[in-house]
């Protein structure tokens, strides 16, 4: 993201933001020849990082209460705002590989629990949860794997320990219809199995209103289902219709 602020909008476009998200200020102006030459690199440095740095910059023509705040003695100058403090700064047009290397000092660390979640095999999952117990990525994952090789409780006794998301509901419901031995799954919309599982969905509507278990299990389902799904809305409207 880059973003051209002012005198007046610097507070909140830079400090206020700096809680959030690292940002680069890039203190320029229009006849500044090095500018010119650095403006592109640290906007394409910064794009590649996908929000995870944040680039503002600072025409010092326009906003000289700015550049004098930073007490800037040639541009074009550029400054690393975290936490409303500056941790970073250098003067001058670097090259492409050195601009890139003041950014991505700037990136978030992961933790070793999430370098075990990115690697996404039980071994590591449990190694996160070892970590951090309550990461709901290693839960949701881990319990997944357990739906998949067959122990479905073990999965649902996991999740019952993070808060419900998502991800967590989905899984759950997979769990769910594992232990009630559905076999039908969602699959896609013209994919295979899919007239199969609509007249299994139908048949579980028609029983709905007196039957906890069909219910339940027509509830699943549609958890299950991708959101792109047109069935999912169908069917969670048809499910409201015959239950209120």
Same mark, same amino acid.
């Given at each position: 993201?880059?973003?051209?602020?002012?005198?007046? =909008?610097? *507070?909140?476009?830079?400090? &206020?933001?700096? !809680?959030?998200?690292?940002? $680069?200020?890039?203190?320029?102006?229009?006849?500044?020849?090095?500018?010119?030459?650095?403006?592109?690199?640290?906007?394409? &440095?910064?794009?590649?990082?996908? /929000? @995870?740095?944040?680039?503002?910059? $600072?025409?010092? *023509?326009?906003?000289?209460?700015?550049? +004098?705040?930073? +007490?800037?003695?040639?541009?074009?100058?550029?400054?690393?705002?975290?936490?409303?403090?500056?941790? *970073? +700064?250098?003067? /001058? @047009?670097?090259?492409?590989?050195?601009?890139?290397?003041?950014?991505?000092?700037?990136?978030?660390?992961?933790?070793?629990?999430?370098? #075990?979640?990115?690697?996404?095999?039980?071994?590591?999952?449990?190694?996160?949860?070892?970590?951090?117990?309550?990461?709901?990525?290693?839960?949701?994952?881990?319990?997944?794997?357990?739906?998949?090789?067959?122990?479905?409780?073990?999965?649902?006794?996991? %999740?019952?320990?993070?808060?419900?998301?998502?991800?967590?509901?989905?899984?759950?419901?997979?769990?769910?219809?594992?232990?009630?031995?559905? =076999?039908?799954?969602? /699959?896609?919309?013209? /994919?295979?199995?899919?007239?199969?599982?609509?007249?299994?969905?139908?048949? %579980? #509507?028609?029983?709905?209103?007196? !039957?906890?278990?069909?219910? +339940?299990?027509?509830?699943?389902?549609?958890?299950?289902?991708?959101?792109?799904?047109?069935?999912?809305?169908?069917?969670?409207?048809?499910?409201?219709?015959?239950?209120?």
């Amino acid at each position: 993201m880059t973003l051209d602020t002012t005198d007046a =909008s610097f *507070d909140n476009d830079v400090l &206020v933001r700096s !809680d959030a998200v690292p940002v $680069v200020v890039d203190l320029w102006a229009p006849w500044c020849g090095p500018c010119k030459t650095l403006s592109p690199i640290i906007e394409r &440095v910064v794009e590649a990082t996908a /929000g @995870a740095v944040e680039l503002v910059k $600072v025409n010092v *023509d326009e906003n000289p209460r700015i550049a +004098q705040s930073f +007490q800037a003695q040639s541009i074009p100058a550029v400054f690393a705002i975290k936490d409303r403090r500056v941790v *970073d +700064q250098f003067i /001058g @047009a670097l090259g492409e590989a050195a601009v890139r290397e003041f950014v991505n000092r700037l990136l978030p660390v992961a933790s070793e629990a999430e370098e #075990l979640i990115a690697l996404g095999d039980e071994a590591s999952l449990r190694r996160a949860l070892e970590l951090e117990p309550d990461r709901p990525e290693a839960v949701v994952g881990l319990a997944e794997i357990l739906v998949r090789r067959g122990e479905p409780e073990d999965a649902l006794s996991l %999740l019952a320990k993070i808060p419900d998301n998502g991800e967590a509901r989905r899984v759950a419901a997979l769990a769910r219809l594992a232990i009630a031995g559905t =076999s039908v799954a969602p /699959g896609t919309a013209n /994919g295979a199995g899919s007239m199969e599982l609509e007249e299994h969905m139908a048949a %579980l #509507l028609d029983r709905v209103k007196t !039957d906890d278990e069909a219910r +339940q299990e027509l509830v699943d389902l549609l958890e299950t289902m991708e959101p792109s799904d047109p069935r999912r809305e169908q069917y969670r409207r048809a499910l409201a219709s015959r239950l209120f």
